[in-house]
T-cell receptor, first 112, second 116 residues
Framework: SQTIHQWPATLVQPVGSPLSLECTVEGTSNPNLYWYRQAAGRGLQLLFYSVGIGQISSEVPQNLSASRPQDRQFILSSKKLLLSDSGFYLC???????????FGQGTRLTVV | GENVEQHPSTLSVQEGDSAVIKCTYSDSASNYFPWYKQELGKRPQLIIDIRSNVGEKKDQRIAVTLNKTAKHFSLHITETQPEDSAVYFCAASTGYSGGGADGLTFGKGTHLIIQP
């Protein structure tokens, strides 16, 4: 069966520090991968999606970047965190477009 | 791009009553409409979805209706139970953004509270 791993579960980082969140999927090949951010009262906002290695599409301009160095690995990064980057970050995968998205456990990021 | 509006933001119903959550979308090309349930501190999980070639879909106590002309879709939960308490998100997707797959555009969520 397929599983998705996302870590860390919680993270407290100072303003201006770098960020690296990692997500891996097991049990499937060539999944679509997504990073979402969930802010209180604002639902789930799509940040990045990827249909293959090295293929990244960004939905919103921001202080963050994403990379997909391997088929089932998706990384969310920032060189310098802002206070506004605080939130709940969720990685997700799907078999293909317009099918069920399976979410990771999420990372609660607090920038102080 | 797509914009999804969801109402209400909070819904409180008595146990056993029905709950209805409504969403509207802006992109007439959207053709996939899932609903996710997120319990406190947990990840969102799909509870039901509908595609644009279907007007209604039902799974036990949960049903979703879609009106393509009006560009709105709704979640209906009947005979509500305490375990239905959670945040519910609607979403929409066109499945195509010119260069590949796109992701889901979510509504802001509805906090459903089931009163005993």
């Amino acid at each position: 069966s397929q599983t998705i791993h996302q870590w860390p579960a919680t993270l407290v980082q100072p303003v201006g520090s770098p960020l690296s969140l990692e997500c891996t999927v097991e049990g499937t090949s060539n999944p679509n991968l997504y990073w979402y951010r969930q802010a209180a009262g604002r639902g789930l906002q799509l940040l990045f999606y990827s249909v293959g290695i090295g293929q990244i599409s960004s939905e919103v301009p921001q202080n963050l970047s994403a990379s997909r160095p391997q088929d089932r690995q998706f990384i969310l990064s920032s060189k310098k965190l802002l206070l506004s980057d605080s939130g709940f970050y969720l990685c997700a995968w799907s078999v293909r477009t317009n099918t069920e998205a399976f979410f990771g456990q999420g990372t609660r990021l607090t920038v102080v | 791009g797509e914009n999804v509006e969801q109402h209400p933001s909070t819904l409180s119903v008595q146990e056993g009553d029905s709950a209805v959550i409504k969403c509207t979308y802006s992109d007439s090309a959207s053709n996939y409409f899932p609903w996710y349930k997120q319990e406190l501190g947990k990840r969102p999980q799909l509870i039901i979805d509908i595609r644009s070639n279907v007007g209604e879909k039902k799974d036990q106590r949960i049903a979703v209706t879609l009106n393509k002309t009006a560009k709105h879709f709704s979640l209906h939960i009947t005979e509500t139970q305490p375990e239905d308490s959670a945040v519910y998100f609607c979403a929409a997707s066109t499945g195509y953004s010119g260069g590949g797959a796109d992701g889901l555009t979510f509504g802001k969520g509805t906090h459903l509270i089931i009163q005993p």
